[in-house]
């Protein structure tokens, strides 16, 4: 079933968790913004089912221009407002502006999903009975961020997994979160009280590929003093964590293959193998298939480790997790450098919307660390951003407003590659196709 999808403009914490929690019950997913610009962002990027905007001031001069400004994007997205100061002229203005329902603070939670029932089709809406709680056990304090769409999905998915016992294959570019998906897995399974044993496949040589996975005997080669206990054997009964399975060398793929299938190693030098139980979780920034296909990866290993299989989405396709990720990385380095800043300033978010993160969460992460280190005030600017970033959202925000200028610029700017210029754009292939047949452009003949 589709879950729809509801963007808030609340800029009361309180307000805005205790409404979240509500629509949650009923299988809602609740984004929330809290600056005009980042909602009128947000809105574009995540194209919502329905829009509900709260006005605690008398001003609401704001409020109506989001209003407005969706209105002029989208004929049809349901908006409902809710307004804590209200008045004949204000409902009169709201209506005008494009509202579908009009609320006065303190409102019922009961009249306002009645309204959100009658905006949105019946089978996007539970009732709370229907949906399953969902909690996950969080990683030393470290959750995984984010409440758009394709990370209710990968959580609600990671949740299933955890409860068998099956091998899992994560796939998904670098910095999206592979590692702290496989602690998620491991921290709510039967298994959570194990060991959980991480290995870079990447940055083992083949020459101690044995020595370090099997272990081995005491005199069993020139050095071997005392025994050695192999990692697979430290991570009995629980789970062993192969990250980078895709930069792992042919040869090491071989030795690995019969142990995680017969669950049995044999230490170098030992007279017999050893059983043992454990679960296997593989992760790589690379497309398995693909390698397969280049015969860099043995299909054998593939078709073992390819049981369970989750992708971590690429930060840039779920863009509305920004600013949330922002406030949870903020809230770290408050505590880590002693500081108390508040968050970040208009400019700098927007900022941050803008760009297409080729590094993804981890690059966040680290630009938000940066940021600290400039010494800002009580907000991060966007001149506290590093030069090289600002750089590149000024090269974006170069790009004419036309419509028909913006596609012809990314064209130009990529070579007429579409694939490219789609992904500077932040759209689709098919859309991409779509306004160069409606603009009639054409590429230049070759001289």
Not at 270 to 296: H, M, Y
Request: proline letters at 5%; charged letters at 25%; glycine letters at 4%.
């Amino acid at each position: 079933m589709k879950a729809a999808v509801i963007l808030t403009f609340e800029r009361d914490g309180v307000l805005r968790r205790d409404l979240k929690r509500h629509l949650i019950q009923h299988g809602l997913i609740v984004i929330n913004a809290r600056t005009k610009s980042t909602h009128l962002r947000l809105f574009q990027v995540r194209k919502p089912d329905l829009v509900i905007i709260f006005a605690h001031l008398r001003d609401v001069t704001d409020e109506l221009h989001i209003i407005t400004q969706i209105r002029r994007q989208d004929k049809k997205v349901p908006i409902i407002f809710i307004a804590k100061y209200s008045s004949e002229v204000l409902a009169i203005a709201a209506l005008k502006a494009g509202v579908d329902d009009f609320f006065k603070t303190p409102y019922s939670y009961k009249e306002l999903m009645l309204s959100i029932q009658r905006n949105l089709p019946g089978d996007l809406i539970q009732t709370p009975s229907k949906c399953k709680k969902v909690t996950y056990q969080s990683i030393n304090g470290q959750p995984i961020v984010g409440d758009s769409k394709p990370m209710q999905e990968v959580k609600a998915h990671l949740l299933k997994v955890a409860q068998t016992n099956s091998t899992v294959l994560i796939t998904g570019e670098t910095g999206t979160g592979k590692e702290l998906a496989t602690k998620t897995i491991h921290c709510n399974s039967p298994r959570c009280k194990k060991p959980l044993v991480c290995i870079n496949c990447a940055a083992i040589p083949d020459s101690l590929v044995e020595s370090e996975l099997f272990g081995y005997e005491r005199g069993a080669f020139t050095g071997a003093i005392a025994t050695k206990q192999g990692l697979f054997e430290a991570a009995a009964d629980g789970t062993v964590f192969l990250d980078e399975i895709g930069d792992m060398t042919p040869f090491a793929q071989s030795k690995i293959l019969r142990t995680i299938e017969m669950k049995e190693t044999n230490r170098l030098g030992g007279k017999s193998g050893k059983l043992l139980d454990f679960r296997v979780i593989a992760a790589t920034n690379q497309i398995p298939e693909t390698l397969i296909a280049e015969k860099k990866f043995r299909k054998d290993l593939y078709y073992r480790l390819n049981v369970a299989r989750v992708h971590m989405p690429p930060l840039r396709d779920r863009k509305e997790d920004i600013p949330r990720l922002i406030d949870h990385y903020i809230d770290q380095f408050n505590q880590r450098f002693g500081r108390s800043i508040i968050g970040l300033t208009e400019a700098a978010i927007n900022a941050m919307l803008c760009y297409n993160w080729p590094g993804n969460v981890r690059e966040l992460k680290n630009l938000v660390e940066v940021s600290f280190i400039n010494l800002p005030a009580k907000k991060v600017d966007f001149i506290d951003l590093p030069e090289k970033l600002r750089s590149r959202i000024k090269t974006i925000k170069s790009i004419p407003e036309s419509d028909r200028d913006r596609v012809i610029s990314a064209l130009h700017a990529t070579k007429w590659n579409k694939s490219k210029a789609a992904q500077k754009l932040n759209w689709s292939r098919m859309t991409l196709y779509r306004k160069i047949a409606k603009y009639n452009i054409t590429e230049k003949p070759k001289p």
